[in-house]
């Protein structure tokens, strides 16, 4: 079985430019995450969707933070205009409410804004 | 939202030790999950453990819900043992507590 597949791997930047990620869950999983994770941190949820519908982005800074899952399969996580507290690594992760929500996360990626 | 404690910080062994992390949080919980995120930055599912105790090869855990904490056993560790640990609990009284919230974790550095 696939895992969460991430793009880039990595990712540099200059402040005020845009990027965007994008991530593929495991075939089938309903609930897909994405996750911030800064240097000597625990990773800090962003979005979470059911489907294509957004359960929770309550953390998400929306004046420069945009996510979107078309289709209730793969998802894109942008930043326009980048700040440099935004320097990261950006998280994905996918979960199936049969398996218990157990959550398997994707490779991330590390993003740098100079 | 849920408050979540991880000790201890960073932990030295050398190889073949034994060794327990904790996890303390502040909700009751319905979901809680440990993580190993390994040098290379994957973060691994190791336990889905809300309550009880459940084993894996050279590792368990156990969760006491009634009590508010969560404990990860390591025997006789191994030098790929390595990385942090991250416990997650989602609490469930609902609201801000509902999302699965990781700790800062536990870095632990197993010496050949």
């Known amino acids: 079985e696939a895992g969460v597949a991430q793009s880039p791997r990595y990712k540099i930047i200059e402040k005020r430019q845009s990027v965007a990620f994008w991530c593929n869950p495991i075939?089938?999983?309903?609930?897909l995450y994405w996750y911030q994770q800064i240097l000597g941190q625990g990773p800090k949820l962003l979005i979470q969707f059911q489907n294509n519908g957004v359960v929770d982005d309550s953390q998400l800074p929306k004046d420069r933070f945009s996510a979107e899952r078309l289709k209730g399969v793969d998802s894109t996580l942008k930043i326009q205009p980048a700040k440099l507290e935004d320097s990261a690594v950006y998280l994905c992760?996918?979960?199936?409410?049969?398996?218990?929500?157990?959550?398997?996360f994707g490779s991330g990626t590390q993003l740098s804004v100079l | 939202g849920i408050q979540v404690e991880q000790s201890p910080p960073d932990l030295i062994l050398q190889e073949g030790a034994n060794s327990t992390l904790r996890c303390n949080f502040s909700d009751s919980v319905n979901n809680l999950q440990w993580f190993h995120q390994n040098p290379w930055g994957q973060l691994i599912n190791l336990f889905y453990i809300p309550s009880g105790t459940k084993q894996n090869g050279r590792l368990s855990a156990t969760t006491v819900a009634t009590e508010r904490y969560s404990l990860l056993y390591i025997s006789s560790s191994q030098t790929t043992d390595s990385g942090v640990y991250f416990c997650?609990?989602?609490?469930?009284?609902?609201?801000?507590?509902?999302?699965?919230?990781f700790g800062k974790g536990t870095l632990l550095t197993v010496n050949p």
């Open positions: 075939s089938g999983h309903a609930t």
């Open positions: 992760a996918s979960s199936s409410q049969g398996a218990g929500e157990k959550l398997f």
């Open positions: 997650a609990p989602r609490g469930s009284s609902g609201g801000s507590n509902y999302k699965l919230t």
